[in-house]
């Protein structure tokens, strides 16, 4: 069983920058496809990035898709959200989340770090 926690959210005013980090114990995280989901107040929980085991492949939802970059080092047993150019709408709860393989749902899941964007 993995555990994922994460870390580095903050209060930020907007077009500024945060790297979130979610370190991984319990387990492997080359084992695993990585994702980043956030929560915004009123809102659906939401797909943020993803990244695949290896570290090759990406996705990113069009409403960051230039301006957050997902990573991993596997052998720090990390992930990393580097987020560029903040706005307000990117505030919310970020959570790292875990799948075995292409198809499996998310099912292993930090606890959340706030990030909050000031105008």
């Known amino acids: 069983q993995v555990q994922l926690v994460e870390s580095g959210g903050g209060l930020v005013q907007a077009g500024g920058s945060l790297r979130l980090s979610c370190a991984a114990s319990?387990?492997?995280?080359?084992?695993?496809?990585m994702g980043w989901f956030r929560q915004a107040p009123g809102k659906e929980r939401e797909s943020v990035a993803r990244?695949?085991?290896?570290?090759?492949?990406?996705y990113y939802a069009d409403s960051v898709n230039g301006r957050f970059t997902i990573s991993r080092d596997n052998a720090k047993n990390t992930v990393y959200l580097q987020m560029n150019s903040l706005k307000p709408e990117d505030t919310a709860v970020y959570y790292c989340?875990?799948?075995?393989?292409?198809?499996?749902?998310?099912?292993?899941w930090g606890q959340g770090t706030q990030v909050t964007v000031s105008s």
């Open positions: 989340a875990a799948r075995t393989r292409i198809g499996d749902r998310y099912s292993y």
């Open positions: 319990g387990g492997t995280v080359s084992r695993y496809g």
């Open positions: 990244i695949s085991s290896s570290g090759i492949a990406t």
